[in-house]
């Protein structure tokens, strides 16, 4: 009787352990509502770190990121060093690359954003 009893004990709590999983909002959950907003946004800032895979090695990169709508994307590199003050900015029809520490820039005018295909395509066809 006992062991029935500690059985059930051990099962409710199990229940109850689960639905608590099932209706709390832990990890990367989005909404369809979140979505809408996220395609609504007019501008943002974010510092990210990036890690490329290759067959050789691995190579780790902080950037940081500026959005301003329509067009405005800028993109700055933190780390490593070595490449550091490299930034490219598009401002919806030129991309612009430039390095602050060798005085460097180049500029490619008209310049057909792939990634604005690719955006342009995803919306249309979800």
């Known amino acids: 009787m006992k062991k029935i009893f500690l059985f059930f004990i051990f099962l409710i709590c199990l229940i109850i352990l689960i639905f608590a999983y099932k209706l709390s909002k832990l990890g990367n959950n989005i909404n369809k509502s979140d979505d809408n907003n996220i395609l609504n946004i007019s501008s943002y800032e974010a510092t990210i770190e990036v890690q490329i895979y290759s067959n050789k090695n691995t190579n780790k990169y902080v950037l940081k990121q500026k959005y301003l709508s329509p067009d405005i994307f800028k993109q700055e590199v933190i780390e490593p060093e070595n490449i550091k003050g490299l930034t490219t900015t598009f401002d919806g029809t030129n991309l612009i690359l430039e390095n602050s520490l060798l005085s460097l820039k180049k500029l490619y005018e008209n310049y057909n954003s ?13």
């Open 114 to 126: 792939l990634t604005r295909k690719f955006f342009k395509f995803k919306l249309l066809y979800r």
